[in-house]
């Protein structure tokens, strides 16, 4: 009987054990497999960002074209534009068009930058172009994407307020544009 019940505890034990490393090899692995998840959705999020500052480059497309239709964007600091827009819409018709509307050629972006960490994206850039009036406007931009499922659901943008300031006062749209 006693042998009995020393077989058997070996056995309830060697069970246990044996789930113990079992679950320790999940508890092992789970970081990894995080880490490669996050990495992956890192990695598409950075190239659809890359891709989108591509687009824009070439004037075929830009970021905003990754805009949810809900994304809210802030625009942060004190320019003239500073606040956040609740919607894609109101975003491109109170700042993207008026500022589009301002500009002979359009901005042309080169990426100093990018970063990814989970969901987003940190897109460090200059952006030049020239205005209606001829002078040259030139900026740099740090934009913070918060991406889900390929689109932007919000962004916090920082630029030089001074300049931009500068360019929406001295420049006014061209009619027919908004």
């Known amino acids: 009987m006693l042998a009995n019940l020393k077989s058997r505890t070996r056995q309830v034990f060697g069970a246990a054990l044996g789930v113990a490393a079992t679950a320790l090899a999940l508890v092992a692995i789970q970081p990894e497999a995080n880490a490669q998840g996050s990495s992956e959705t890192e990695g598409r999020n950075k190239a659809a960002i890359q891709s989108s500052f591509d687009a824009w480059r070439a004037g075929t497309g830009s970021p905003y074209d990754l805009l949810a239709v809900d994304a809210r964007w802030t625009i942060e600091g004190l320019s003239i534009a500073?606040?956040?827009?609740?919607?894609?819409?109101?975003?491109?018709?109170?700042?993207?068009?008026?500022?589009?509307?301002?500009?002979?050629?359009?901005?042309?972006?080169?990426?100093r930058s990018l970063y990814a960490d989970g969901d987003t994206v940190v897109a460090f850039f200059d952006a030049r172009g020239v205005a209606r009036d001829g002078r040259p406007y030139v900026n740099t931009y740090a934009w913070f994407l918060d991406m889900r499922a390929g689109q932007i659901i919000r962004a916090s943008a920082f630029f030089d307020a001074i300049e931009f300031n500068e360019l929406w006062t001295r420049v006014a749209p061209a009619t027919g544009t908004n």
Do not use: C, G
């Not at 589009?100 to 042309?108: D, E, I, V, Y």
């Open 82 to 111: 500073s606040k956040t827009y609740p919607t894609k819409e109101d975003f491109m018709r109170e700042v993207i068009r008026p500022f589009n509307a301002r500009m002979q050629s359009p901005l042309k972006p080169t990426i």
